[in-house]
C-alpha cells in the first residue's frame, strides 16, 4: 500500500484557546472558524473521535444513510449557496462511498473538503481494518491532499484546504484525519498576524489581449457567446447580462451554463451541443466570432471538434489558464476574473442583419407540447411545473432523458437554480443534491427531478427527507427502462435492447409512503395541472410519480462523432412488436 507524504506544517487561523485540546476538538473548532453550519455524513470507527467531539459543536450534522450521498449533497450545497460543502466519512467503505461525489465536484469544479478518517498512523500500510489508501485512491479527482501528522497542524491544514477549495478554479480537497491523531491532545500554536493579499493589477499583456477582443467584436459580423458554469462560479451573471444588453450579441449556453442569461432572454438561443436547440447548434456553426466565457468546449458540446463552428475566430475568457487552447485555438485569451473582465468588452458591434437571422432561428426551434398520442408528454409536464414552482425554484435532476428535458423546457433564470450533474454524469445526484439546497434554504422551493432508474441509486435517502422534514418535492419520470441507454440502442445499436428493461420496478408511491413521504402516482394528461398543483403545496416532501412512454425520446439530437448542424430533430417512434412489452396507459395495471 502506498504511503502519501505527510501535508506541510502550517501555522493555524486565529482564536483559538491555549489549553491543550483533542484534535477532533481542533477540527471541529477550525471548521467553525471557516464558517462552516452543516456537515453531511455517516460516522464510522476511525473518524468516532470526531463525531463524539460533534457533541459539543455548534455545527449541524445531516445524518444521511450512504456516504456517496452525503457527497453529493455537500455537492448540491456547494452548488446552490457559493460555499464550500463539507462532507465527512470514516475509513475503508466511507471513504471510497464518498468517491464519486469527490469526482463529480472535480469534473463541475465544485468547492469542497472532504474528511475521512483513517486508521492509526501506527499501522497505516499494513492493510489494518478498513485501511485503503484514500489519499492516493483520489488523487486524480481533488485540488489538493492532506494526510493529518500532527494533530496541532490541524487548524492550519483546514484553514488551507478551504482556500484551495474556494480559490481559482474550484474544487474538492481531501484531508484524511488518523485516529491516533483525532484523539491525540496538544497545545494548539500561536496564530501569525494577518495580511492581506497583495493587489495585482492587469500587465501590459493584459490590456493588449482586451484590445484585440475589442477589435474582433467590432470587425465581427456574425458574434455568438458562448457561456458555461464559470458565470455562475465567479459570480458574473450581472456582468454577461450586460454584456449581451450593452452589445446585442446573441447567446448559447453550455449544460451547467444555463440561467447565467435567463432562458426566456430574447437574445438566448439556448443549450448548444448533443441535445441543445436547433437555433443554437446551426448559429454556432455559421458565426465569425465565438466568444467563450467560463466554459472548457466539452465534447457534448463541440460534436466533432475538427467541424465544430469552422468560421469562427476564437476569444476564450476563463480563470483556468490551462483550459485556454486546450481543445480549440483562441486568437484572443483573457484569464481572470470575468465580472472585471466581461464589462471591458462592451463594445456594440454593427449585426442587425445577423440578430434577425437568429432570432429567426429561435422562433422556428421553439418547442411544441401539443404532442400526439396519449401518454404524459414530458416536456409539457416539466415546463408546466417549471411555470407554477416560479423563478426562485431550484430544480435538481438526476442523469438521462429526464435530464435533458430539464435543460429544454425548464425556465433556468440563474445558474445556481438548475443543478445537474455534468461533467461525470452522475446517476443518484439529484435527490442528495437537492436535499443539500433545502437544508441549507428552508424557505427556497426545491425539486428533484428523477428516473426510475436514477432514483434507485439513492432511494435510501427519502429516509433522511423524513429525519429532518426535509421537504423536497420529487418529480420521478417513469419510463420503465434506462430511457437514455434505450433511445441510443435504438437509434445507433439497430435496436438491440440490452439490460435497459426496468419493467419490474417497486411501486414507488408505496416504497414512499414506508419512508413516511405522500405520493401520487399519474398515468394521464388531465391529472397533470391538479397533481403539480398538490405536489407543490405540500408542506413537507412529496413524491408525483409519473407514468411517461418508453418509447419517447429526448430530441434533437447530434449523433456520435457528428458536426452540430447534423442533428437530428425526430423520429417516428417504433410502431412494431414493443421490445419492453409497453403498453399505453388504459390498458396498464395500477
Same mark, same amino acid.
Given at each position: 500500500?502506498?504511503?502519501?507524504?505527510?501535508?506541510?506544517?502550517? &501555522?493555524?487561523?486565529?482564536?483559538?484557546?491555549?489549553?491543550?485540546?483533542?484534535?477532533?476538538?481542533? !477540527?471541529?473548532?477550525?471548521?467553525? @472558524?471557516?464558517?462552516?453550519?452543516?456537515?453531511?455524513?455517516?460516522?464510522?470507527?476511525?473518524?468516532?473521535?470526531?463525531? $463524539?467531539?460533534?457533541?459539543?459543536?455548534?455545527? %449541524?450534522?445531516?445524518?444521511?444513510?450512504?456516504?456517496?450521498?452525503?457527497?453529493?449533497?455537500?455537492?448540491?450545497?456547494?452548488?446552490?449557496?457559493?460555499?464550500? +460543502?463539507?462532507? *465527512?466519512?470514516?475509513?475503508?467503505?466511507?471513504?471510497?462511498?464518498?468517491?464519486?461525489?469527490?469526482? $463529480?465536484?472535480?469534473?463541475?469544479?465544485? &468547492?469542497?473538503?472532504?474528511?475521512? +478518517?483513517?486508521?492509526?498512523?501506527?499501522?497505516?500500510?499494513?492493510?489494518?481494518?478498513?485501511?485503503?489508501?484514500?489519499?492516493?485512491?483520489?488523487?486524480?479527482?481533488?485540488?489538493?491532499?492532506?494526510?493529518?501528522?500532527?494533530?496541532?497542524?490541524?487548524?492550519?491544514?483546514?484553514?488551507?484546504?478551504?482556500?484551495?477549495?474556494?480559490?481559482?478554479?474550484?474544487?474538492?480537497?481531501?484531508?484524511?484525519?488518523?485516529?491516533?491523531?483525532?484523539?491525540?491532545?496538544?497545545?494548539?500554536?500561536?496564530?501569525?498576524?494577518?495580511?492581506?493579499?497583495?493587489?495585482?493589477?492587469?500587465?501590459?499583456?493584459?490590456?493588449?489581449?482586451?484590445?484585440? @477582443?475589442?477589435?474582433?467584436?467590432?470587425?465581427?459580423?456574425?458574434?455568438?457567446?458562448?457561456?458555461?458554469?464559470?458565470?455562475? #462560479?465567479?459570480?458574473?451573471?450581472?456582468? /454577461? %447580462?450586460?454584456?449581451?444588453?450593452?452589445?446585442?450579441?446573441?447567446?448559447?449556453?453550455? #449544460?451547467?451554463? !444555463?440561467?447565467?442569461?435567463?432562458?426566456?432572454?430574447?437574445?438566448?438561443?439556448?443549450?448548444?451541443?448533443?441535445?441543445?436547440?436547433?437555433?443554437?447548434?446551426?448559429?454556432?456553426?455559421?458565426?465569425?466570432?465565438?466568444?467563450?466565457?467560463?466554459?472548457?468546449?466539452?465534447?457534448?458540446?463541440?460534436?466533432?471538434?475538427?467541424?465544430?463552428?469552422?468560421?469562427?475566430?476564437?476569444?476564450?475568457?476563463?480563470?483556468?489558464?490551462?483550459?485556454?487552447?486546450?481543445?480549440?485555438?483562441?486568437?484572443?485569451?483573457?484569464?481572470?476574473?470575468?465580472?472585471?473582465?466581461?464589462?471591458? #468588452?462592451?463594445?456594440?458591434?454593427?449585426?442587425? &442583419?445577423?440578430?434577425?437571422?437568429?432570432?429567426?432561428?429561435?422562433?422556428?426551434?421553439?418547442?411544441?407540447?401539443?404532442?400526439?398520442?396519449?401518454?404524459?408528454?414530458?416536456?409539457?409536464?416539466?415546463?408546466?411545473?417549471?411555470?407554477?414552482?416560479?423563478?426562485?425554484?431550484?430544480?435538481?435532476? $438526476?442523469?438521462?432523458?429526464?435530464? *435533458?428535458?430539464?435543460?429544454?423546457?425548464?425556465?433556468?433564470?440563474?445558474?445556481?437554480?438548475?443543478?445537474?450533474?455534468? +461533467?461525470?454524469?452522475? *446517476?443518484?445526484?439529484?435527490?442528495?443534491?437537492?436535499?443539500?439546497?433545502?437544508?441549507?434554504?428552508?424557505?427556497?422551493?426545491?425539486?428533484?427531478?428523477?428516473?426510475?432508474?436514477?432514483?434507485?441509486?439513492?432511494?435510501?435517502?427519502?429516509?433522511?427527507?423524513?429525519?429532518?422534514?426535509?421537504?423536497?418535492?420529487?418529480?420521478?419520470?417513469?419510463?420503465? @427502462?434506462?430511457? *437514455?441507454?434505450?433511445?441510443?440502442?435504438? /437509434?445507433?445499436?439497430?435496436?438491440?435492447?440490452?439490460?435497459?428493461?426496468?419493467? $419490474?420496478?417497486? =411501486?414507488?408511491?408505496?416504497?414512499?409512503?414506508?419512508?413516511?413521504?405522500?405520493?401520487?402516482?399519474?398515468?394521464?394528461?388531465?391529472?397533470?395541472?391538479?397533481?403539480?398543483?398538490?405536489?407543490?403545496?405540500?408542506?413537507?416532501?412529496?413524491? #408525483?410519480?409519473?407514468?411517461?412512454?418508453?418509447?419517447?425520446?429526448?430530441?434533437?439530437?447530434? &449523433?456520435?462523432?457528428?458536426?452540430?448542424?447534423?442533428?437530428?430533430?425526430?423520429?417516428?417512434?417504433?410502431?412494431?412488436? =414493443?421490445?419492453?412489452?409497453?403498453?399505453?396507459?388504459?390498458?396498464?395495471?395500477?
Amino acid at each position: 500500500m502506498t504511503l502519501a507524504v505527510a501535508a506541510n506544517r502550517l &501555522p493555524p487561523p486565529p482564536g483559538l484557546h491555549p489549553r491543550r485540546q483533542r484534535g477532533a476538538d481542533l !477540527l471541529l473548532r477550525a471548521l467553525a @472558524a471557516e464558517g462552516v453550519e452543516l456537515i453531511f455524513g455517516y460516522p464510522g470507527g476511525a473518524i468516532m473521535p470526531v463525531y $463524539d467531539a460533534l457533541v459539543d459543536s455548534p455545527i %449541524r450534522h445531516i445524518l444521511v444513510r450512504h456516504e456517496q450521498a452525503a457527497a453529493l449533497a455537500a455537492n448540491g450545497y456547494a452548488r446552490h449557496t457559493g460555499r464550500v +460543502g463539507v462532507c *465527512m466519512a470514516t475509513s475503508g467503505p466511507g471513504a471510497t462511498n464518498l468517491v464519486t461525489g469527490i469526482a $463529480d465536484a472535480y469534473m463541475d469544479s465544485v &468547492p469542497m473538503v472532504a474528511i475521512t +478518517g483513517q486508521v492509526p498512523t501506527s499501522v497505516m500500510g499494513t492493510d489494518a481494518f478498513q485501511e485503503v489508501d484514500i489519499f492516493g485512491m483520489t488523487l486524480p479527482v481533488v485540488k489538493h491532499s492532506f494526510i493529518v501528522r500532527a494533530a496541532e497542524d490541524i487548524p492550519a491544514i483546514v484553514r488551507a484546504a478551504f482556500a484551495i477549495a474556494a480559490s481559482g478554479r474550484p474544487g474538492p480537497v481531501l484531508i484524511d484525519l488518523p485516529k491516533d491523531i483525532a484523539v491525540a491532545e496538544v497545545t494548539p500554536r500561536p496564530a501569525p498576524d494577518e495580511r492581506s493579499a497583495p493587489v495585482v493589477w492587469p500587465t501590459v499583456r493584459e490590456r493588449d489581449a482586451i484590445a484585440r @477582443a475589442r477589435r474582433l467584436i467590432a470587425a465581427s459580423q456574425r458574434p455568438i457567446l458562448y457561456t458555461g458554469y464559470g458565470v455562475g #462560479l465567479s459570480g458574473a451573471e450581472s456582468a /454577461l %447580462r450586460g454584456l449581451v444588453e450593452a452589445t446585442g450579441i446573441p447567446v448559447v449556453s453550455t #449544460l451547467k451554463g !444555463l440561467g447565467g442569461v435567463p432562458t426566456d432572454h430574447p437574445a438566448f438561443l439556448g443549450m448548444l451541443g448533443m441535445h441543445g436547440t436547433r437555433a443554437a447548434n446551426l448559429a454556432v456553426q455559421d458565426c465569425d466570432l465565438l466568444i467563450c466565457v467560463g466554459a472548457r468546449f466539452d465534447d457534448r458540446v463541440t460534436g466533432k471538434l475538427v467541424e465544430f463552428a469552422p468560421k469562427a475566430k476564437v476569444i476564450h475568457l476563463d480563470a483556468d489558464a490551462a483550459e485556454i487552447s486546450k481543445l480549440r485555438y483562441a486568437q484572443v485569451h483573457l484569464v481572470g476574473h470575468l465580472p472585471e473582465v466581461l464589462p471591458l #468588452l462592451a463594445i456594440r458591434p454593427d449585426i442587425a &442583419p445577423w440578430q434577425n437571422h437568429c432570432q429567426a432561428l429561435r422562433t422556428a426551434s421553439q418547442p411544441r407540447y401539443d404532442a400526439p398520442g396519449e401518454w404524459i408528454y414530458a416536456p409539457a409536464l416539466l415546463r408546466r411545473m417549471s411555470e407554477l414552482a416560479g423563478p426562485d425554484a431550484v430544480v435538481a435532476c $438526476d442523469v438521462g432523458q429526464h435530464q *435533458m428535458w430539464v435543460a429544454q423546457h425548464c425556465i433556468h433564470h440563474r445558474i445556481s437554480q438548475h443543478l445537474t450533474s455534468g +461533467g461525470l454524469g452522475t *446517476m443518484g445526484f439529484g435527490l442528495p443534491a437537492a436535499m443539500g439546497v433545502k437544508i441549507a434554504r428552508p424557505a427556497t422551493e426545491v425539486i428533484c427531478v428523477s428516473g426510475d432508474g436514477s432514483i434507485m441509486m439513492n432511494v435510501q435517502e427519502l429516509a433522511t427527507l423524513r429525519r429532518y422534514g426535509c421537504a423536497v418535492k420529487i418529480v420521478l419520470l417513469d419510463n420503465q @427502462a434506462l430511457g *437514455m441507454v434505450r433511445q441510443w440502442q435504438e /437509434l445507433f445499436f439497430a435496436e438491440r435492447y440490452s439490460e435497459v428493461d426496468l419493467s $419490474d420496478n417497486p =411501486d414507488f408511491v408505496a416504497l414512499a409512503a414506508a419512508c413516511g413521504i405522500p405520493g401520487r402516482s399519474i398515468d394521464r394528461r388531465d391529472q397533470v395541472e391538479p397533481a403539480l398543483h398538490e405536489l407543490l403545496a405540500a408542506q413537507g416532501p412529496c413524491l #408525483l410519480h409519473v407514468r411517461i412512454d418508453p418509447r419517447a425520446n429526448v430530441w434533437p439530437l447530434v &449523433p456520435p462523432n457528428t458536426a452540430n448542424h447534423e442533428l437530428i430533430e425526430d423520429r417516428p417512434a417504433n410502431t412494431a412488436a =414493443d421490445p419492453l412489452d409497453c403498453h399505453p396507459p388504459e390498458h396498464r395495471h395500477g
